[in-house]
């Protein structure tokens, strides 16, 4: 900038500007929505059986994935613990692990766990009696 120009914030070179280094909003949305799609993937989630463990309906899974619109806040914690991602997954800031989980047994075994004594019992049998039919293949 010249000595005696007059400072005019509109003739800036973007390039120099921090403003300029930064994801503009509707790419972060983009980014959001297309990590929100592939941790549910991920996660053996369909867009309805996501929406209800949330207590959301799927067409406002749909419009998070569509990069439409963020969801609120406080829907960021129940995302992460459904999908099984930290919320700085969710929001890009931390790398995610390859690791493949099958989540979907995952959810299966919580929801076993949650049954009467009994009722675990006979699926634990059940389990063990179809590992050892696998092992003696």
């Not at 972060?28 to 297309?34: A, I, L, P, S």
């Not at 959301?56 to 099984?84: C, D, S, W």
């Not at 700085?88 to 959810?107: A, P």
């Amino acid at each position: 900038m010249d000595e005696f120009q007059i400072y005019n914030p509109g003739h800036l070179d973007h390039k120099d500007t921090a403003m300029s280094r930064t994801k503009t909003p509707s790419e972060d949305k983009e980014n959001f929505g297309r990590r929100l799609l592939q941790f549910r993937k991920a996660a053996g989630y369909s867009q309805y059986t996501l929406a209800h463990e949330m207590g959301i309906t799927q067409r406002m899974v749909l419009h998070y994935e569509n990069a439409r619109g963020n969801p609120p806040l406080h829907l960021f914690p129940k995302f992460a613990k459904a999908l099984g991602v930290t919320t700085d997954q969710l929001f890009g800031l931390e790398k995610t692990k390859t690791e493949s989980k099958d989540n979907r047994l995952r959810r299966r075994i919580a929801e076993v766990e949650k049954l009467p004594l009994p009722q675990r019992k006979e699926v634990a049998r059940y389990l063990d009696t179809f590992l050892k039919a696998w092992k003696n293949q």
